[in-house]
């Protein structure tokens, strides 16, 4: 007898992916394209930039390594140009993030304050990170304002700071 297709009934226990066919994974995306809207992958977009921005923050101390105040910076004008857009659909559901957003800009200009503080520089109203070599124009902190906006005092607490070592922070009221 054969052995064609012996070891192979416990295929589908590797994971639904694995062994699909070109044609049936672009199927499957296709159908996923279908069913996500516009503002799913905005609101997405949105969560992952308060996350990456904390965590490029180093608010917590496994992520104090992965500090990098101009992908901070990036992060948080990111939100700030997607916010409007989705506060127009649903402004009650963006409330959570404008707050963590908040946080998030008074950690950065604490941090900002304080790295330029602690290297001589301008603080805040210089590059943020240190800039490119061979110049750069001064970024505003994010908020527009030089220097970030509002002045923090102490750690940045709240929505932005994530609830434990590695966690994410989600907006209240999404799956």
Do not use: C, F
Request: proline letters at 11%; glycine letters at 18%; zero cysteines.
């Amino acid at each position: 007898m054969s052995h064609e297709g012996h070891g192979h009934e416990h295929d589908h226990e590797h994971g639904p992916d694995e062994h699909m066919s070109e044609e049936e994974m672009r199927a499957r995306l296709e159908e996923e394209l279908r069913r996500i809207t516009v503002p799913d992958v905005l609101l997405q977009t949105i969560v992952s930039l308060v996350n990456l921005g904390g965590q490029r923050l180093g608010l917590t101390p496994d992520t104090e390594d992965m500090r990098d105040l101009e992908q901070a910076r990036l992060a948080i004008e990111g939100v700030r140009a997607l916010l409007p857009i989705m506060e127009d659909i649903d402004a009650e559901q963006m409330r959570p993030v404008r707050e963590a957003l908040s946080q998030l800009q008074m950690a950065y200009a604490q941090i900002a304050r304080a790295a330029g503080a602690t290297s001589g520089g301008g603080g805040a109203e210089g590059p943020v990170g240190g800039g490119s070599p061979g110049g750069g124009r001064p970024h505003p902190g994010p908020g527009g304002a030089p220097g970030g906006g509002a002045p923090a005092r102490g750690p940045a607490p709240g929505p932005a700071t994530p609830p434990d070592r590695g966690g994410l922070w989600v907006p209240p009221g999404t799956k």
